[in-house]
């Protein structure tokens, strides 16, 4: 509930990068790993709706497969997206499959995704600093991408700028080459090969501000959440108002 709003607006971005270099098809399998209460489906949802008085987008259909450990996520998601998305006068035509399993037991449960279908296989934020941790999951993200990706397909990865650079016990760079080198090895640990990043930040500097510089930035500067402060308030115990902000990494990258 926290973050769901911000990490829509982030993926929200993302597709619309996809669509402006014309690689978003109208016939679209998507499958969104650690997917949560189905945020990837909702930030595209979002986009062919918001975008429809802006350009033309032929009528899409969407094949979503959600893998969560937590099916809880899974059925709170589902509701959500009957209540505020089909009830929507022009519905997304989505179909959604729910596969419920935790990534480190993978092995076991590798037959419940269809091979050679997905168009975009999606990870957000579920990446780990500690090693022995991301060496297991990234041996069962390449596993499914040899498996589940179309040759044609693409990898969308969302990782907050503070983690992709603590793996590596680096700082963040202005230096873009630089960064740049941190992505690729980012990459190459996953088995993938760079199409493009972007970095994506409230503040418009490559650098993170202080805490307390930050706040007051926020505060300031960035639109508020008119209506998720009050339930953060009230079952979070929040006591400032919150505000929508950016700090993420989006990488789209394809098979090596």
């Known amino acids: 509930m926290k973050y769901f709003l911000d990490n829509v607006s982030c993926i929200y971005l993302a597709w619309f990068l996809i669509y402006q270099d014309v690689l978003l098809p109208s016939k679209i399998n998507i499958l969104d790993i650690a997917a949560g209460p189905g945020t990837v489906a909702y930030s595209l949802a979002l986009f062919l709706q918001s975008s429809s008085g802006f350009f033309h987008i032929p009528q899409m259909h969407i094949s979503y497969y959600s893998l969560e450990k937590q099916d809880a996520f899974q059925f ?8 505020y998305i089909e009830s929507r006068l022009t519905p997304v035509n989505a179909f959604f499959r729910f596969v419920t399993t935790d990534i480190f037991t993978w092995k076991s449960q590798s037959n419940n995704l269809p091979k050679d279908f ?3 296989i999606v990870i957000s934020h579920c990446f780990f600093i500690d090693k022995a941790k991301r060496v297991e999951a990234n041996n069962t993200y390449k596993q499914i991408f040899a498996t589940s990706l179309k040759n044609s397909g693409y990898i969308l990865l969302i990782v907050q700028n503070k983690k992709l650079f603590k793996i590596y016990d680096v700082h963040q760079f202005e230096n873009q080459e630089q960064e740049k080198n941190v992505v690729e090895k980012f990459l190459a640990e996953l088995g993938l090969e760079l199409v493009w990043y972007r970095y994506l930040t409230s503040t ?9 510089e930050f706040a007051k930035f926020a505060q300031d500067k960035l639109p508020k959440k008119l209506y998720m402060s009050p339930i953060l308030q009230q079952y979070f115990g929040q006591k400032h108002q919150s505000n ?3 700090d993420d990494y989006v990488i789209l990258a394809r098979k090596s």
Do not use: E, V
């Open 244 to 246: 929508y902000t950016l």
């Open 118 to 120: 997905f168009d975009f």
């Open 76 to 83: 709170r998601g589902l509701q959500f997206w009957r209540r």
């Open 204 to 212: 418009g500097s490559r650098t993170s501000l202080p805490g307390a």
